[in-house]
């Protein structure tokens, strides 16, 4: 059975799902508490400073505790040694004076031992001056290899391993455990009128122990002190650097909020003094200029209007006069007949870019109203489709409707129609005699009208500039409509005021389509539209497609809409069509001047 079998079966268990129960709430605490861990983390300077002080220094203390305690372990257990190899071979010294004449293999030789062992133990023998082990214990044997073993003191202790090498005629070192007690054992050979002795000093390395443990809770005292300290002075010193910066970044949020006269207060002459001064300087600039620029948005706009307003008045008159040298066009020569209608056809156009500037100016100046209502959108946009139907037979275009009834949104149905008239005129002019398809869909939250053209289409990077005003994609090609260059414009503006998308898209050869997606209230909330922006898939050449992508489209999305396919892609509201439309990621993007789109995954 695999790892993985098992766990799901070990899952199915009752006792396994109460226990996954009861976990539930810890694991969302913990998910929680990490989730605003790693936030803090992101966010704050200082903490990040802080923290990594504190872990530099951890290693650097633990480092330099370590190497300390082996040190000074090294050093105690080094002069121990010495000390105890001194009294050893004084010990040595006294015990071969007092033995010189003893047998140990002849009758009364256990007591001369103990007398022996008795009086050194009772005897510093080490002269002044001489480094000393401190207390000791000693033992006396003659070993088992030349007859009876005869032994004084606590032989017991010492190891065959170590009583071997005595034996044999050396001097031995050795580090063992006497009743939990870390001992050092010295054993080398005294000579006596027999056999050799075995002689061996056993000294207690209890006083070392205490004082390496002492040691160590000093360092690990002074270790945790030390990083306390570190902690206070590395959040104190980063203090004076990110405080600065935090009023620096709040400034200039005030700042970007509209608040001009923000600035930042200067003190010192220090590096961030002079960040101070530089922005303070910057902020003065940029304020001029902001209000150069509104100053001068102000009166061209008030110029505008005033200009369309005062144009009115000549152009009533001349419109009168056209329209008598229009009614007596049968009468005049063939020369002035054909001037008359020019004057008349012009005069329309002007009319029309008058009525343009006019709206343009009151949307510049914010003061443009949204007659808002419940209106069936299939009804405003069939009417808005057959106000152009002239100009589509003229042109030879054929008109294709999709439009479900029931449709109703809040909208201002002035508005509407005339988005959907400059659309499908646009459509019309560009079209090249094909089909033009106008369809509507709708979701819960939204109402979308898509149209279609299959003519020229649209360059790349054509798509970001439809809704500039006054632009347009062929400089020299004729357009049957007579636009004033402004109906976009004013499309996407009347699109904001409801609080909707107006999107484009195109490819050359490939045709062009226009999106406009309204909310079913006015200010309502979109997150999706209703139709894809592209052509569906497998309807052009997949080899044409880019980025994985059908052309391009206006990218730019207002402040809270996310742009990218993955943010969305897998949202049970979103339509089936607008998920395949998009395909992969969006490719960079590009900022549009006045572009308002979806997410972006259907482009």
Known sequence: ????????????LPGMRRAARALAPLRAQAHELGALVAASWRRSLQLRVVVSTLALSSAVVLVLGLVLQSEIAERLLQSKLNGALVQADAGRVVLEGELSGVDPD???????LDAALQRLTNTQGVA????????????????SGNGPEISSGDVAQVTPEQRATVAEGGVSRQYTTVDGVPTLVIGQPVSTAGRELQFYLLFPLEGERLTLNLVQSTLIVGGLVLLVLLAAIASLVTRQVVRPIRQAADVAERFAGGHLDERMDVRGEDEVARLAESFNEMAGSLAAQIAQLEEFGALQRRFTSDVSHELRTPLTTVRMAADVLYASRDELLPALRRSSELLVTELDRFEALLADLLEISRLDAGVAELGAEQIDLAAVVRHAVD??????????TELVLDLPADEYVEADPRRVERIVRNLVA????????????VTMAGDPASVAVLVRDH????????ADLVFNRFWRAEESRARRSGGTGLGLSISIEDAR?????????????NGSAFRLTLPRQVGG???????PLGPPAGEDDPDERRDGRPGSSVPTPPRGIATRWDDWRGREDTPEDDRNAGGHDPAPVRPAERAITDPGGDR
């Open 1 to 12: 059975m695999t790892r993985f079998g098992l766990r799901r079966r070990l899952a199915r």
């Open 106 to 112: 002849r009758e009364g030789a256990q007591e001369t």
């Open 128 to 143: 002044p001056g001489s480094p000393a082990a401190g207390e000791f214990r000693a033992a006396l044997t003659t070993g």
């Open 387 to 396: 106000t152009v139907r002239g100009l589509a037979a003229d042109a030879g």
């Open 426 to 437: 646009n459509a019309i002019d560009h079209g090249e005699g094909r089909p033009v398809e």
């Open 455 to 462: 003519g020229v289409g649209l360059r790349p990077g054509e």
């Open 497 to 509: 005021l409801h609080g909707g998308w107006l999107q484009a898209w195109g490819e050359p050869g």
């Open 525 to 531: 909330h979109i997150s999706v539209s209703p139709l």
